[in-house]
């Protein structure tokens, strides 16, 4: 157990290392300019990526004073479009009522960024082909080699793979570090947090 331990630790170290900083600067400035423009982030995530979304919007709301949004907060109408009219479209109507356009921002997060090829997080492949067409910005943090987010992205943040066996949870735990940062970086941060304030 100890050894397990020990093991999981050294790992999540090592993705530290290995992170690529540049990557983030260039998420950074997108989210910058972003807030500049008065723009609007949706955020898009499934399994605990669509837990990590949730997180995400109220950290850009409350911290960064940037107008946010992801269809995980609505479990009604995002069952409701998958039941009606499938999984692969969901998240693009759900930004096209949104009136998704090109001041605005989508943000993936995502173990492996998508793969039409093996039919993997397929909707999140539709969003970002959509957001290209209306020319909106895209950004994403994901692990593995970041698959079609990665290559289609403006700026995309991969989570290093130290460990085959450990890629979804180093990633998904991973993106609340890289975005917690964003948030409280000083060209993104707006409102102080609470306990940095409480004497």
Known sequence: MNNFI????????KVIEKIDKASIEKVIKIVKDLKNLKGRLF?????GSA????????????????????PVDNVSELTARINDNGWESVFVDWLKISNFNEKDCLFILSVGGGNLEKKVSVNLVE???????????????????????????????????VNEKSITPHTEAFQAIVWHLIVSHPDIQQYDMKWESVK
């Open 127 to 161: 969003a970002i082909k959509y957001a290209k067409t209306i020319k909106a910005k895209v950004i994403g943090i994901v692990g593995r080699d970041g698959g079609f987010t990665n290559s289609e992205a403006d700026a995309c943040v991969i989570i290093p793979t």
């Open 51 to 70: 837990a990590n979304a949730s997180h995400a919007v109220n950290d850009f709301r409350k911290i960064a004073g940037i107008e946010s949004y992801t």
């Open 6 to 13: 020990e093991k999981y630790f050294d790992e999540a170290k």
């Open 43 to 47: 955020i898009l995530g499934v399994g």
